[in-house]
């Protein structure tokens, strides 16, 4: 089963428009982390952000995290061409090491 | 190596075959995971390794799928009697141990039962 689950499922939007995932879950977390897949292949990290944080940046990429809610965001700014691709949320459970996934968000942006 | 390596890249078997596929972690990573990915799904946890010991394989789905890791390093799954519904991505993934440590994925292995 899976802990994660992301909205919207698909998302389309124009180059250089802003581009918002969310993700919730449903047990407590240690931490929660968002990657980015190509083509059905290789996931790529993208960030981690740890339960007692809310918000963290990193380039163009900015998530928050609210546990009270047992949810996350990803944005994405001034979005390219090039961010066209499946993104998923990931949490570690408390109760141990394994990692889930949810079911991401297929994000295409139109030149 | 400088990423997770994961070989075949792509494997086509008859249904009722066995099917072995390896996972190369980046070095020095003593956690090891095995995830299947379905068409527009997200990885579905199968296994994590912590050195050589499957410390949770909760999520094999029946007896026909094992993995090993005998020395801490190299893992291989391996499905046995193969069915159609096996056909997917396996992905592995590695990091250094630990909560809270980024995991690095290989390519995957897609699998395709005939």
């Not at chain 1, 960030?47 to 963290?56: D, H, V």
């Not at chain 2, 990885?43 to 999520?59: C, H, K, N, R, V």
Request: with cysteine; glycine share 12%.
């Amino acid at each position: 089963s899976q802990q994660g689950e992301e909205d919207p499922q698909a998302l389309s939007i124009q180059e250089g428009e802003n581009a918002t995932m969310n993700c919730s879950y449903k047990t407590s977390i240690n931490n929660l982390q968002w990657y980015r897949q190509n083509s059905g292949r290789g996931l790529v990290h993208l960030i981690l952000i740890r339960s007692n944080e809310r918000e963290k940046h990193s380039g163009r990429l900015r998530v928050t995290l609210d546990t009270s809610k047992k949810s996350s965001s990803l944005l994405i700014t001034a979005s390219r061409a090039a961010d066209t691709a499946s993104y998923f949320c990931a949490t570690d459970g408390t109760g141990g090491f394994k990692t889930i996934f949810g079911a991401g968000t297929r994000l295409f942006v139109k030149a | 190596g400088a990423g997770v390596s994961q070989t075949p890249s792509n494997k086509v078997t008859e249904k009722g075959k066995y099917v072995e596929l390896r996972c190369d972690p980046i070095s020095g990573h003593t956690a090891l995971y095995w995830y299947r990915q379905s068409l527009g799904q997200g990885p579905e946890f199968l296994i994590y390794f912590q050195g050589t010991g499957a410390a949770d394989d909760s999520g094999l789905p029946n007896d026909r799928f094992f993995a090993v890791r005998p020395e801490g390093s190299v893992s291989t799954l391996k499905i046995q009697r193969t069915e159609r519904g096996d056909s997917a991505v396996y992905l592995c993934a590695s990091s250094p141990g630990g909560v809270g440590n980024t995991i690095y994925f290989g390519e995957g292995s897609w699998l395709t039962v005939v």
